[in-house]
């Protein structure tokens, strides 16, 4: 279930993602670093809290901004 995210995008936990329930503000926020070709479920982004870069599931998340082209 790939959605259209790309690198540089400002993406937002949904809101009934339960691992990420208590989440609010910028913890609940994170670009989009990398993008795994072989992969439709999965991309590489950083937590805008911590600026940690975690492996995330497309399925978690809404766009919140384009990042620029």
Do not use: N
């Not at 540089?8 to 329930?21: E, I, M, P, Y």
């Amino acid at each position: 279930m790939k959605t259209d995210f790309e690198v540089g995008d400002l993406l937002k936990f949904k809101k009934g993602s339960s691992a990420f329930r208590e989440l609010d503000g910028s913890a609940s926020l994170v670009v989009v670093t990398r993008e795994l070709p072989s992969s439709k479920r999965f991309f590489y982004g950083r937590a805008c809290s911590t600026w940690e870069e975690h492996l995330w599931s497309y399925e978690q998340f809404d766009l919140i901004s384009k990042g620029s082209r």
